[in-house]
């Protein structure tokens, strides 16, 4: 993102950015229909209507919704199978840009880890909900097929937003899990998702709410579906070249942020020249997908503010620059351990100890003490006492 940065003519490479991806440049593969006409998981196994699909997302977000929705969680996604009007499989998803349908085989390219649930009980159980027309007579994988079908529609007419506040019965705004779920709440069946850590009990989602004022209600758990006793794990997978080791960087740069904060360290107030380049950064993705789209793809919640952005930047930049290095410190001392064992655990365990000592290097520049936590927990805040000057 340098060049929105140092270059003169900012909006050059926004707008040729944008004639670029209107051209086609990028445009999304079309993946074939199934030879025999069966979809299945990457594993073989063919899908059903009402599957459950289990992701995890690349990054530090998707070990944050892995790991502390539930300790020693693997899965940061969730969406399901139904089946389309000329009778094809397809994906009911959210993301962050919002609601899709698309493909299993195109759904699967893109992550690294995946796994399919299935409902143990009977389908045929499964009952269309009021607010789908017609729904009175529809049964089991029908009624699922069509609810998802419903969603899709609603979407279409009025774009439904994403739901910053993670409320999984306010359906007015959605996430990945809560989509799923309302499917299968609103057919009579049990929520595949049955627990999450709510933000009024949990420490750490309190301080997050506080730091980025975002008011989450709770975060839900997309691999609390496995511990679920109504449903089944059919089969995971693991990319066969995905390397655990940036995994395992991203959950123990999670776990040692998560420590600080709750240990009461909040972010500091990031230079000038750190202020503006986020800022910069924002207004690019804005620009780009204005224009791509003729409007803004996901509107930027209201309550991101300088604050806000002062924290996520100083935050962002304690972590990225410790991963930088603890990863190349990895890759570079433990290329003999990696040749002696084919076990990756001795790896792995270096890494997370790198994260810890590149961490401890940098936190006294990004992160500091509150001497008043209990009145002042923000660093804003803490200088109008003076006391972590």
Not at 67 to 87: F, K, Q, T
Not at 109 to 124: A, H, K, M, Q, S
Not at 177 to 200: I, M, N, Q, W
Not at 211 to 236: C, G, H
């Amino acid at each position: 993102m340098r060049i929105f940065y140092r270059t003169r003519f900012g909006a050059i490479p926004l707008v040729l950015a944008a004639l670029l991806a209107l051209a086609g440049c990028g445009r999304k593969p079309v993946f074939p229909e199934p030879v025999d006409g069966i979809s299945r998981f990457v594993t073989g196994e063919p899908l059903e209507v009402g599957d459950v699909i289990l992701a995890r997302s690349y990054g530090l977000i998707g070990a944050m919704f892995a790991n502390h929705s539930l300790p020693g969680g693997i899965y940061s996604h969730g969406a399901m199978v139904y089946r389309r009007e000329d009778g094809r499989l397809m994906m009911l998803n959210y993301r962050p840009t919002g609601m899709e349908t698309c493909t299993p085989e195109e759904f699967f390219t893109r992550y690294n880890r995946l796994g399919i649930v299935r409902y143990r009980g009977d389908l045929e159980a499964a009952r269309a909900p009021d607010y789908v027309p017609g729904g009175e007579t529809l049964r089991g994988k029908d009624a699922l097929s069509a609810t998802a079908l419903w969603w899709l529609r609603a979407n279409e007419e009025n774009r439904i937003g994403s739901d910053y506040h993670l409320d999984h019965d306010d359906h007015s705004a959605m996430f990945c899990l809560e989509l799923t779920s309302a499917v299968y709440r609103d057919c009579g069946l049990p929520d595949p998702f049955h627990k999450a850590r709510k933000a009024d009990s949990d420490p750490m989602l309190i301080a997050g709410n506080e730091m980025f004022k975002a008011d989450v209600y709770e975060i839900r758990s997309p691999s609390s579906v496995l511990e679920n006793p109504d449903f089944v794990a059919v089969s995971q997978w693991l990319r066969p070249e995905y390397d655990l080791r940036e995994e395992a960087l991203n959950e123990e740069l999670m776990a040692v942020v998560i420590d600080d904060v709750l240990a009461g360290l909040r972010p500091k107030r990031p230079r000038l020249g750190g202020r503006m380049k986020i800022r910069q950064v924002f207004f690019a993705y804005h620009t780009i997908t204005t224009i791509m789209f003729w409007k803004p793809k996901q509107d930027l919640p209201d309550f991101i503010d300088a604050e806000v952005v002062d924290n996520a930047f100083m935050l962002y930049t304690y972590v990225a620059s410790a991963k930088k290095a603890a990863k190349w410190r990895m890759y570079r001392e433990t290329a003999e351990v990696n040749a002696l064992t084919p076990d990756p655990e001795p790896t792995l365990e270096h890494g997370r100890r790198f994260v810890r000592e590149e961490l401890d290097i940098r936190r006294n520049g990004y992160m500091g003490p509150c001497g008043r936590a209990e009145v002042a927990p923000l660093w804003r805040d803490c200088r109008r006492c003076g006391g972590c000057e």
